[in-house]
């Protein structure tokens, strides 16, 4: 990888870990699944709103490391508003791109800034960090 594409990476990594706005309480969330990840110390619980088969609100509350902070956010941002059929797609497409198996160019649209995660997918200490919230979120959409 260049230095570029890994400055690239680390700079939307450091932008999404940055951002707060998605970490608080939800006090009408219908759902929440706590992660932990005692290799890095991450500990995060994800909270979802979900209404009429639509993910109204989602947010997380704990701390974690810079790549599982950023990974919640992005998620977050993927999945608010959209039905839980297409949450449920986007957390295949996610964890399928995770596992290297091949994806269309679409697909990995799809996942927004997320498809950068795929960076940590060879990083046997960083992949949890990176699915963290992405299995917490699999377990409250089944």
């Known amino acids: 990888m260049t230095m570029e594409m890994d400055q690239l990476y680390s700079d939307i990594i450091l932008e999404h870990n940055q951002?707060?706005?998605?970490?608080h309480e939800l006090a009408d969330a219908?759902?929440?699944?706590?992660?932990?990840?005692?290799?890095c110390g991450d500990d995060l619980t994800l909270l979802i709103k979900q209404k009429d088969g639509i993910v109204e609100d989602a947010s997380f509350l704990g701390t974690g490391c810079?790549?599982?902070?950023?990974?919640?956010?992005?998620?977050?941002?993927?999945?608010?508003?959209?039905?839980?059929?297409?949450?449920?797609?986007?957390?295949?497409v996610f964890f399928n791109m995770m596992a290297g198996k091949p994806q269309s160019e679409e697909e990995l649209e799809s996942l927004g800034d997320a498809q950068i995660l795929s960076y940590f997918a060879e990083m046997?200490?960083?992949?949890?960090?990176?699915?963290?919230?992405?299995?917490?979120a699999q377990v409250l959409l089944k």
């Open 66 to 92: 810079a790549v599982s902070t950023a990974s919640t956010n992005m998620l977050i941002d993927l999945i608010k508003g959209k039905t839980v059929k297409e949450a449920q797609h986007c957390l295949e």
């Open 30 to 39: 219908t759902l929440s699944e706590h992660g932990h990840n005692p290799s």
């Open 124 to 136: 046997p200490a960083r992949i949890k960090c990176a699915t963290l919230s992405w299995h917490s």
């Open 19 to 23: 951002t707060q706005e998605n970490k």
